[in-house]
């Protein structure tokens, strides 16, 4: 069974600076898929980033990117320039090819941007 | 694209009724969407897998009978929360999972349900 594990229950950061938040995860498939979604007060959840396993470039959007690690099994999520709107629960996230298109979710970690 | 309604947003209820929710995918077609149950605090935890013309599949320890998944169209499942109690209260999120989005689920924006 894959398991995502997300290390830092909250963390903080300064507005206009940079944060990375932390996903390990465990799985014996080779083809898979690895997400970031936000969960701002609303509670609305919002996919910030996506990346497959086969690709070895790092998947950015904007002021956001990934630091995927195949072999240590880490894709972590790096924030740059806060903004106040980036305040919310991170949600890390993992579907294999042969799970049956189960997302398997990390415990979260809210983020708060400071001004 | 890629958009996915739910509704409604917010209900309250008398313990002993049934509750319906709606979900459906806006712009695509989703032939797999899924439900998922989260407390406060908490992570997202998956109900059950609902199929367009089939049963959905229910995880582990939820009670099948107790959580009516309809999933009729191919942009449209629903929850029915049946015989509820205030134990069920809770924020009920579907999500759709776009063919073509390389296996990217679109969310919800949830339905928060209280029973009284």
């Known amino acids: 069974a894959q398991t995502v594990t997300q290390s830092q229950p909250e963390m903080s950061v300064q507005e206009a600076e940079t944060v990375t938040l932390s996903c390990t995860y465990d799985t014996s498939e080779n083809n898979y898929y690895l997400f970031w979604y936000k969960q701002p007060p609303s509670r609305q959840m919002i996919l910030v980033i996506r990346q497959e396993a086969y690709k070895q470039q790092n998947a950015t959007e904007n002021r956001f990117s990934v630091n995927f690690q195949k072999a240590a099994k880490s894709f972590s999520l790096k924030i740059s320039d806060s903004q106040l709107g980036d305040t919310a629960m991170y949600f890390c996230?993992?579907?294999?090819?042969?799970?049956?298109?189960?997302?398997?979710f990390g415990g979260g970690t809210r983020l708060m941007v400071k001004p | 694209g890629a958009v996915v309604s739910q509704h409604p947003s917010w209900v309250i209820c008398k313990s002993g009724t049934s509750v319906k929710i709606e979900c459906r995918s806006l712009?695509?077609?989703?032939?797999?969407m899924f439900w998922y149950r989260q407390f406060p605090k908490q992570s997202l935890m998956l109900m059950a897998t609902s199929n367009e013309g089939s049963k959905a599949t229910y995880e582990q320890g939820v009670e099948k009978d107790k959580f009516l998944i309809n999933h009729a169209s191919l942009t449209l499942s629903t929850l029915t929360v049946t015989s509820a109690h205030p134990e069920d209260s809770s924020f009920y999120i579907c999500?759709?999972?776009?063919?073509?989005?390389?296996?990217?689920?679109?969310f919800g924006p949830g339905t928060r349900l209280l029973v009284l």
């Open positions: 712009d695509f077609q989703a032939t797999t």
């Open positions: 999500s759709a999972r776009n063919p073509g989005g390389r296996e990217t689920q679109y």
């Open positions: 996230a993992f579907i294999g090819g042969n799970a049956g298109n189960m997302l398997t």
